[in-house]
């Protein structure tokens, strides 16, 4: 891979740029807050890590007072307010930063907090643009106040979705902090909660899954035809895996993989990735490169679960040993690069491209059979099968296959349709 390839220039490389960075600062965000030591300049280094990332020159981070309820500040950067101010927090509008799942802008009109926000003129003072809770369950722990971007750009949702993961990683170090600090008069009982507590945020798994979800909406994001394209493989690839009955661990891996499947994207131009016509050589081959970028990008980050990057980088291959970028044959395919390529594929063809519209259901399911054997194995293709003509029977207490597909059709046809492919695959074994 040429260094171009992995650090891309001009917008493209600036976006994958700044993504490994914000990957790299959610594993040292972990790290810091997990320290029981110099917990105060802990978050002095977590509020500059989440500034950094958007990034923004002016920022606080509030503590909620257990007794009183106000807001204390415990860290600050580019204002004048010094720790230990405190701002007052009556009850209605922290239920009402409870409730908030998303950062709100200051100048938003929202019942409770806007009169809260326009009263506390300390947060004018501090040219507040942006606030996001610190909560941990029903819990308000604190507040996060960002300025303006360097760039004096809007907000976008990357931003937005980013701030309110890394505003979780904080609460939760936080809570735990108090836990701690309780270590020492607590009974055995709490001791063991505490312990217990501890090996779970070391473990971070749920914190963990928001990220890479954040991520892959990020990648998304990149282009309008693919919003909700890695959340849907996921899920599509997740409910094959189980009717595989493949072990939690794969499929663990098989959902953070199909949310990261396509980072490599991140260093394509928008402009083939947009194109309307076809594309020439040297457009396919930077389109055919993006598989390796996810690769090189991946397998720099110690995922808890088993070939991430290696899913990722296979996601194209074909059973037929045509596909790209190694050309691996089945007996050298995982069922995890199988899952995600049939995933990847169905999603592709039922949704809207630059070059044509969605196809119908029964169309995407005939472009299923036409592959099989050819670009998809026909295990994982009974498998999908499976899952699919369930939810069509409405059978699935939550459907997977079916979110986001036109579902426009006739149930009995569609049903025929499934079950005559499944009759051509009951020879199949293994």
Known sequence: MKTLELHGRGQGGTELRKLMFNISTMEELGEVLSSRDHFRENLQTALLSLMGSIPVARGALLLRDRNSGDLVLAATRGTEARPGLRIELSAAPARALLRRRRPLSVHAQVPVLTPWMRRTTVLREMGAELIAPLRFKEELVGLVVLGLKYTGDVYNPADLELIMVMANFIALGVHNQELFRHLETANTALRRKVTEN?????????????????????????????????????????????????????????????????????????????????????????????????????????????????????????????????????????????????????????????????LKLKEAVGRIREGVRVQFDPRVTRAFLEVLRTEVRGEAATPEILTGVDMRFSTASMLGSIDRFLGELQPVHG
Request: hydrophobic share 40%.
């Open 198 to 358: 501890r090996r779970l945020y070391r473990n971070l798994e749920s914190i963990f899954s928001d990220t890479v979800r954040a991520l892959g909406a990020a990648i998304d994001a990149k282009d309008p035809y693919t919003r909700g394209h890695s959340e849907r493989v996921a899920r599509i690839a997740v409910a094959i895996g189980r009717a595989l009955g493949l072990p939690e661990l794969e499929i663990s891996a098989l959902r953070i993989a199909s949310h990261l499947h396509d980072i490599g994207k991140i260093a394509v131009d928008n402009s083939i990735l947009l194109k309307v016509g076809r594309l020439d050589q040297e457009e396919m081959v930077q389109i055919h490169r993006h598989p390796m970028v996810s690769y090189d990008i991946l397998s720099n980050i110690a995922f808890p679960y088993p070939d991430v990057a290696l899913l990722a980088r296979h996601h194209h291959e074909w059973v037929d040993g045509s596909g790209y970028p190694d050309r691996l044959g089945p007996k050298e395919l995982l069922p995890g690069m199988k899952i995600i390529c049939l995933a990847d594929s169905f999603d592709a063809m039922t949704s809207d491209r630059p070059y044509r519209p969605a």
